[in-house]
């Protein structure tokens, strides 16, 4: 399966990172850093109205090369301008084309919270993260036993990032309710099959306390599309694919924000 992949190019990838840069020393950095940072990413969700993380990316391994041309500062700003509550930046290099500077340049032009969307497989990247200049990591179930995540999230608090708990299916998210996510994020994508359904956000949500945040990830394309998750009371969308390939940003997110105020 991808994610397998995309996990073991991960774990060298953070061998490596360790050579270079230890632990300790990037754990001391981060815990320098402080933890009073009122923890955007979560406020920024917390709205009457459906929030919009929106993704800066290049590539996926399911659509390949998304842009050839890759402003990312630009399409950072174009977001900020179109009205996004946060923006979610790849990290990942190898399947997403990703970069740690992307996100540095992205965090230093904005004002919005920052998500680092990467494959968390060690609390390296969490100390990273915090280094990086990010509100909120990604800890993916499909990657993480409950107690591991439960860990993560101990240290996310400690270092004040907000974390998105990803889920596929119902195991998942009672997996990450028992390791005390305070947001959820329900990929619609199957990993299996890369097929999207998005009643899979909408199917989920019901077996999400209320006063759990709540994200629906993947597959979103059209202003029915966010009434459809606004009734079933979604708090957030991360969008990527769908604004990444729109010329014009700041007009699809408008179009999309009509969905959110849809009372049909």
């Given at each position: 399966?991808?994610?397998?992949?995309?996990?073991?190019?991960?774990?060298?990838?953070?061998?490596?990172?360790?050579?270079?840069?230890?632990?300790?020393?990037?754990k001391h950095m981060a815990l320098s850093m402080g933890s009073g940072?009122?923890?955007?990413?979560?406020?920024?969700?917390?709205?009457?109205?459906?929030?919009?993380?929106?993704?800066?990316?290049?590539?996926?391994?399911?659509?390949?090369?998304?842009?050839?041309?890759?402003?990312?500062?630009?399409?950072?700003?174009?977001?900020?301008?179109?009205?996004?509550?946060?923006?979610?930046?790849?990290?990942?290099?190898?399947?997403?084309?990703?970069?740690?500077?992307?996100?540095?340049?992205?965090?230093?032009?904005?004002?919005?919270?920052?998500?680092?969307?990467?494959?968390?497989?060690?609390?390296?990247?969490?100390?990273?993260?915090?280094?990086?200049?990010?509100?909120?990591?990604?800890?993916?179930?499909?990657?993480?036993?409950?107690?591991?995540?439960c860990d993560y999230l101990a240290i996310c608090a400690e270092l004040?990032?907000?974390?998105?708990?990803?889920?596929?299916?119902?195991?998942?998210?009672?997996?990450?309710?028992?390791?005390?996510?305070?947001?959820?994020?329900?990929?619609?994508?199957?990993?299996?099959?890369?097929?999207?359904?998005?009643?899979?956000?909408?199917?989920?949500?019901?077996?999400?306390?209320?006063?759990?945040?709540?994200?629906?990830?993947?597959?979103?394309?059209?202003?029915?599309?966010?009434?459809?998750?606004?009734?079933?009371?979604?708090?957030?969308?991360?969008?990527?694919?769908?604004?990444?390939?729109?010329?014009?940003?700041?007009?699809?997110?408008?179009?999309?924000?009509?969905?959110?105020?849809?009372?049909?």
């Open positions: 399966m991808i994610l397998d992949k995309i996990a073991a190019a991960t774990r060298h990838r953070i061998e490596r990172k360790k050579a270079e840069v230890p632990l300790e020393k990037v940072t009122g923890f955007p990413f979560s406020a920024a969700l917390n709205k009457p109205e459906i929030s919009f993380i929106c993704e800066v990316k290049k590539a996926s391994p399911s659509k390949g090369e998304l842009v050839a041309d890759f402003p990312y500062l630009q399409i950072a700003g174009e977001y900020e301008q179109a009205g996004a509550d946060a923006i979610s930046v790849l990290t990942e290099p190898e399947y997403f084309q990703g970069s740690d500077d992307y996100l540095v340049q992205i965090k230093e032009a904005v004002a919005l919270p920052v998500l680092r969307k990467d494959f968390v497989v060690d609390a390296y990247q969490l100390y990273e993260a915090k280094t990086l200049g990010a509100s909120a990591v990604l800890l993916i179930c499909a990657l993480l036993d409950t107690r591991i995540i004040g990032l907000s974390a998105l708990v990803e889920a596929h299916d119902e195991r998942e998210v009672d997996a990450a309710l028992t390791a005390g996510a305070g947001i959820i994020g329900v990929n619609n994508r199957n990993l299996k099959d890369f097929t999207v359904d998005i009643s899979n956000s909408i199917r989920l949500r019901q077996l999400v306390p209320e006063n759990i945040l709540f994200v629906a990830e993947s597959g979103i394309q059209t202003a029915s599309d966010i009434a459809m998750l606004r009734r079933a009371k979604v708090n957030g969308v991360l969008i990527g694919e769908t604004l990444m390939r729109c010329h014009n940003k700041r007009a699809k997110l408008a179009e999309l924000r009509g969905g959110a105020n849809d009372q049909d």
